[in-house]
């Protein structure tokens, strides 16, 4: 939004769902006046009149040159479904890591294979699949012995297989592959670097490369042309932690893919796309196991079956039935996705050969699995999956204009909105202390808060338990750890300080171990998560 | 209080159109063999392919031979050339590619099965794995189809679209039918009405339990028995008991008694233009989840932003639904705009 500009729409036109809001000049800085989400096939207009009434039923002040609402300047960002690669490699290791810097960087992998003689049917049914559009082939750079057999019987297969087909799917030979560029005639080439056999999510060329292909494919797609929503979220978290020169994480979970991005002031430090951390991923429908992830992390009672085609309907029309059980089962799916956000979670070591540091200020959660659950509730959902210990600031993107600001060109411009909206775009959620080696007995330890305005308040820790603890937002508060053995908070002591922020979850303190321990039976599981989350989430009926 | 200028315009997804003269893909194997050409046009249930079936990987040393074309057809026994060692094609089916070593591979099997054309219209093109056809009529794409594509004469049988199929119901009438089955249909029904000589059931939703052990059961009965006619099942609306919409409804009616297709990919509905229905008025409304799902009735106003079950705050709109199957009275209800569907235009 330009200066000489009173107002203007920040839209994120998402697969399951858009959300608008409307932003304007008051007292002389930029502020968020109202956002609202419907579903995706929904027409933008009338979303984008209700802001506008909405703020002008309350405050007409603030409109009063606005009659001409449609004409306010739109900053609008898009995130489309992934696109599809199929991933072919001389050996299994090839494929594994070359399915990796795919994954991981925003494709859907359609097929992977190996060069076996049993695959021959199956590569070449995925070669002459009419939905090909981009395949991946790579061995090691150069192709070691044992690759170069295998490798030249697969190019023979492509090379085959491409002539029999009028388009021309793009082919990106990685490493060794690249010498048999001279088959392809005609094709349409991409040269890349060997895939690294270290499956990590800093920067890699290989994925680098890809990231860059997958957007480039989305936004072809799309006549709209509208910037890639994930490309700018990741940009705003950028911007954001040069900003406020912090760690800043985000994480952001989709219906088509789940994103990850830690960022400091430096830049980006690790980042993932992944189509299986979607809310709901499509291979729910056709596989049980996929279900299966989210009702593992489900509080609702009901027989499997049931629930397992709820998750299904939860693919096909993810902004149906949110209230009530679905908004559990959209919580439960948010959680199954950042679980499978967390897996590959690798930063690379630092250059001077140090273990990377996974710590972050502020934990930013984005995604309409979040926006139907209440702050204590999200606050939970991050540190059951996204287990480290320490301390963090939590916040939630409730109004999803992160990514339209982060498809600003200018980053002089980003920085300016965002320390301008910093205060409405992330409404905060608190803070969380994850503290492990807690023991249970006599001397399990206390926790005092002591707020920057002198209140006070002691608590007596519980070991392997979940406790909220009041702070309201705008708040800051230093708490403190005293145990008789010693906690674990990246740093082991008896006597451990830390400053919190406030926030509409307040502050949650986990004693629970890392990685969270759960029981294998469904019912004793469910009961436990359901014990954790009911005090979170009010209205929770039995 | 939220400002539109008309109910029409309220932020509803709208429901499912039909498609005028949908293009449909019929996927192919490796193996099999087209009957038509690009710009041919076609009637429903005309064969367009042979199906190769239990197909196999052969691999024959071509001894320096002139290769054969990738995708090359092979009849058995057919010279592939040689002058003093005769190489010859092991089997019917189609050149894959030869190997670096100079090993033809190819895929070779029995051609038995004939693959019709689920509608009529024009074959667009013929790829190596499928056929594309630009159909005659109308389409409503569904959620999912599990079989291959099938044409039959539509069969009613039910009486509204959120009964479901009992499995009495299904007999040897309904042979080389396709049957509507209402909101439901269970394993055991989907097995009778294959075994009736049913060619296909439509139904708006399927337990996913049911759907798998359906599939089971259906590769089972192919991998013992051979060219069993096509079966296709067309999931409308999703899963678990899910009322037909109704202005697919509305247009299966229409289409009754007539011949229908369905195909797989896009998964869809096949009708005769005719069929085609004039739009709902704009405020009506369907309720595709919560507790009215599969009611209709009228969008009255969008009363605003409310807290819902579990405190969820949405948008919502006062509908005032009709009359339900099974007794259920006319009422008006607040519902959330993202659990509507909109049947107008």
Known sequence: MTERLPAAFAIDHGTASTTAALIAHVDGRARILAAAAQPAGAPLDPLLAGLVGDVRAVSPELLERMDDWPALERFESATRRPPSILVLGPTEAAVAALSWAAASSGWRISGRHAAEATQVVAICEALLDPDLETLLIGAADPSTVGERG?????????????????????????????????????????????????????????????????????????????????????????????????????????????????????????????????????????????????????????????LR???????????????????????????????????????????????????????????????????????????????????????????????????????????????????????????????????????????????????????????????????????????????????????????????????????????????????????????LLDAWQRPLWPGTEG | MIVLAALTEAPIVPATPAVIEPVVRIRLGLGDRPLVAAGVHVAAGDPIAERLRDPGLADTRLGGIQEPEPGALLEDGMPLGGKRRKVASPGHGRALYVTPGGNLRSIVGHHVEIVQAPAAGIVQAVLATAIVLRTDGIGYRGTLMTGDPTTGRLVIGVARPDDE????????????AIVVAGARIDVEALTRSRAMGVRGVVVGGVVGRDLRSFAASEARQRAAIHASPPFALLVLDGFGKRPIPPGVWAAL????????????????????????????????????????????????EVVGRRRLPAGVMALVGRVAFEAGGSGQPPEERLVALADLERLGP
């Open chain 2, 253 to 300: 009616i229409e289409a009754e008694g007539r011949e229908v297709g369905i195909a797989a990919d896009p998964a869809m509905i096949l009708l005769d233009a005719a069929t085609a229905i004039a739009p709902a008025a704009p405020d009506r409304v369907r309720a595709a989840a919560g507790e009215m799902t599969g009611r209709t009735g009228r969008l009255l």
């Open chain 1, 150 to 306: 295998q490798l030249a019987d697969l190019l023979a297969m492509m090379a085959a297989a491409l002539a029999r087909r009028p388009d021309r799917p793009e082919v990106v030979l990685a490493g060794g592959a690249v010498e048999a560029a001279d088959r392809f005639e005609g094709a349409a080439l991409i040269f890349a670097p060997a895939a690294s056999q270290r499956a990590e999510v800093g920067s890699d060329p290989l994925r680098d490369l890809l990231a860059g292909l997958a957007s480039a494919r989305t936004d072809a797609r799309d006549p709209s042309a509208l910037p890639d929503g994930r490309v700018a979220l990741a940009r705003a978290t950028a911007s954001l932690a040069a900003l406020l020169d912090r760690r800043i994480e985000l994480v952001d979970v989709g219906a088509s893919a789940g994103t990850r991005i830690l960022a400091d002031a430096n830049g980006i430090l690790g980042q993932v796309v992944r189509v299986d951390a979607a809310l709901a991923p499509r291979e729910a429908i056709s596989d049980d196991a996929v279900a299966d992830q989210v009702l593992a992390w489900s509080t609702i009672r009901a027989d499997p079956a049931t």
């Open chain 2, 165 to 176: 199929l009992p499995v009495a119901a299904i007999d040897v009438h309904g042979a080389g």
């Open chain 1, 309 to 527: 085609d709820r998750v299904r309907n939860l693919v096909v029309a993810p902004w149906r039935d949110a209230a009530g059980d679905g908004a559990r089962l959209r919580l439960a799916a948010g959680r199954a996705a950042l679980e499978r956000l967390d897996e590959g979670w690798r930063l690379p070591a630092t250059p001077d050969g140090h273990p990377a540091d996974y710590t972050a200020d502020l934990l930013i959660v984005s995604g309409g699995a979040f926006d139907v659950a209440p702050a204590p509730a999200v606050s939970l959902a991050l540190v059951d999956t996204l287990r480290r210990p320490g301390a963090m600031a939590l916040a939630h993107d409730h109004a999803r204009v992160l990514a339209p600001i982060g498809a600003l060109a200018d980053e002089e411009d980003r920085r300016r909105l965002l320390a301008d909206l910093l205060e409405d775009a992330l409404a905060p959620l608190g803070s969380a202390i994850v503290a492990t080696g807690i023991h249970s007995g006599r001397h399990r330890g206390t926790l005092r808060l002591t707020t920057t305005d002198g209140a006070s308040d002691q608590v007596e820790l519980v070991a392997g338990g979940v406790q909220l603890l009041d702070l309201p937002p705008g708040l800051v508060a230093t708490a403190e750890l005293t145990t008789r053995d010693g906690a674990w908070l990246g740093v082991r002591s008896h006597h451990l300080a830390v400053e919190v922020a406030g926030g509409l979850g307040g502050l949650l303190v986990d004693t629970r171990e890392i990685p969270l321990r759960l029981p294998d039976r469904p019912e004793r599981r469910r009961d």
